[in-house]
């Protein structure tokens, strides 16, 4: 959804940190997402955070949310070629569905 | 396991024809959706369908029906093309609606001229 916003594109070199920004829409929304596109292919779900938690960690990523900014970000340790893709966050509005962002596309620079 | 399969992966139709996009899932999820992805504008879902045998409007759903045939397929028909449906279309399932991991199928790319 168009309310969901995040920045169009990043560049990194590689081996550095990446950090992805999405404001979201709804105060309410229960969970909030990181899914990942690689080219040519559908979304793949990263990690997921619930509304209760200010961070989550999972290896090399670090999903931070700030609830009263409606501010999520995903940090990516240690960046490889490999992660280049278009990256979405995403937020449940009510019970039903799932609202996606307009999509980050991670350049990483060897 | 083939999680989600989309039919066709590409497809260029002429403005006015007809056509049904097929997916189909085989992990028993009871959510199913259709999304169309356009460059800057992120996903934005077309339909849903909660559970075998409803169906629902989602933020763009004008020239677009759905049809939940099973609880594995869920189709996506447009009856009239129109240049502006050309697009990237996904279609995703998930064990219920919000709150849970939804897998996506590799999507169709279609292209109205």
């Known amino acids: 959804g168009e309310d969901v916003e995040q920045s169009l594109f990043l560049s990194v070199r590689e081996g550095d940190s990446s950090v992805i920004n999405c404001t979201y829409t709804?105060?309410?929304?229960?969970?909030l997402y990181w899914y990942k596109q690689e080219p040519g292919a559908g979304l793949q779900l990263l990690t997921y955070?619930?509304?209760?938690?200010d961070m989550k960690q999972d290896q090399r990523l670090t999903v931070l949310l700030n609830k009263k900014d409606k501010h999520l970000s995903l940090r990516i340790a240690d960046t490889q070629t490999g992660d280049s893709a278009i990256y979405f966050c995403?937020?449940?509005?009510?019970?039903?569905?799932?609202?996606f962002g307009t999509g980050t596309r991670l350049t990483v620079i060897p | 396991n083939a999680g989600v399969t989309q039919t066709p992966k590409f497809q260029v139709l002429k403005t006015g024809q007809s056509m049904t996009l097929q997916c189909a899932q085989d992990?028993?999820?009871?959510?199913m959706y259709w999304y169309r992805q356009d460059p800057g504008m992120g996903l934005r879902l077309i339909y849903y369908?909660?559970?075998?045998?409803?169906?629902d409007k989602g933020e763009v759903p004008n020239g677009y029906n759905v049809s939940r045939l099973n609880k594995r397929e869920f189709s996506l028909r447009l009856e009239s093309a129109a240049p502006s449906q050309t697009s990237v279309y996904f279609c995703?399932?998930?064990?219920?609606?919000?709150?849970?991991?939804?897998?996506f199928g590799q999507g169709t790319r279609l292209t109205v001229v």
């Open positions: 995403a937020e449940t509005l009510g019970a039903n569905n799932l609202f």
């Open positions: 995703a399932s998930s064990q219920r609606t919000g709150g849970t991991e939804a897998f």
């Open positions: 369908s909660a559970s075998e045998g409803t169906t």
């Open positions: 955070i619930f509304s209760n938690m």
């Open positions: 709804d105060s309410s929304s229960t969970y």
């Open positions: 992990m028993n999820h009871n959510s």
